[in-house]
């Protein structure tokens, strides 16, 4: 499977777990009876959702966005930086019409605001504890393929303006770290996971330190229930009250990683897990499903869910393809240079 591939599996991944959670409600229970049974494919969100109403099937939130304007910018500085994180959340921010949008979260907001006075990024992220560093880092362990730890040092950058505390940067490269070893051709599951693991405790090293589980633990608890017994929703439901799926950085890892072992890293069933966990699926899915379509490549994914994906406008606007192209440029460049 060709690094390219792996490279455009994990955006389309990013988006399609993005978009397939972002109907869902914030109870298991409430969206399997809402929809009577299994999220299983794109569907617009409910007149009555709390966050996404309005939202057509196939619509990537925020998390993909913020996702993909880094990537951007990535890709016009030839590497990631710190300033370069810090204008790609403030493109996206005012993109969105942030100030007025209910879309962006609360260390985010508070974060930008900080940037946006003039205070110095490596103090603006200090109150950031949320699961906003983890939904976008994708394009950082994409551009460290079989380098996990070099996608932890970039992850602490990128994490620093908006959620500088050791919680939030442990997820961040948890991701990071699970994809880097994603990418590489031979990757296992469990390699993945362990990867993901490792990350986690080498990013819980950085930052201003916050209270909090380990993230670490948390994926361990999220994959332990993956694969125990009972069916498919009966470990959702268990992985929604012990692991949790709020917008807490070590529930929504553990969800994260225990919804993409549940369905053996495939891109959809990941994308149908995440969905029906509920809570914050939409960053749930986002995360899972960047991981598995950096395992399983862009050739695992329909080729209908791709053009619901490309015909939809938001998505459209940020030429995913393009950034494909481009973060595949960095990413060999890099594997040259370790050569």
Sequence with gaps: MSLQEKILGG???????????MPAYFDPYQTWEAYGGWIDKFLPAPDDHPVHAG??????????EQAFSLAQQFIRDGGVTLEGAVKAIITWYDRVGGETSPYVGPSTRRGVQALKRGEDPHTTGLWGDTNGAPMRISPVGLLHP????????????????????????????????AIAVAM????TLDAVVSAGMMGAELGRQHGRRWLGPSVARRIEMGVHIARGSGDAFTRLVEIYDVVGASLSVPETLGAAFGVLVMAEGD???TAIYAANLSGDADTVGAIACAIAGAYRGFDAFDPALVAVLDADPVFAEYGVREIAEGVHKLASARLARQE
Excluded: F, K, M
Aim: charged content about 15%; hydrophobic content about 40%.
């Design 11 to 21: 955006l389309y991944g990013q988006a399609l777990g993005d978009a397939w959670g």
């Design 55 to 64: 939202l057509p099937a196939g619509r990537i939130t925020d998390d993909s």
């Design 146 to 177: 079989g380098d996990p730890l070099g996608a932890v040092r970039d992850a602490v950058t990128v994490c620093t303006p908006t959620h500088n505390t050791n919680v939030a940067i442990s997820g961040a490269a948890a991701v990071a770290a």
């Design 184 to 187: 590489t051709e031979n990757a």
């Design 267 to 269: 891109p959809r069933q």
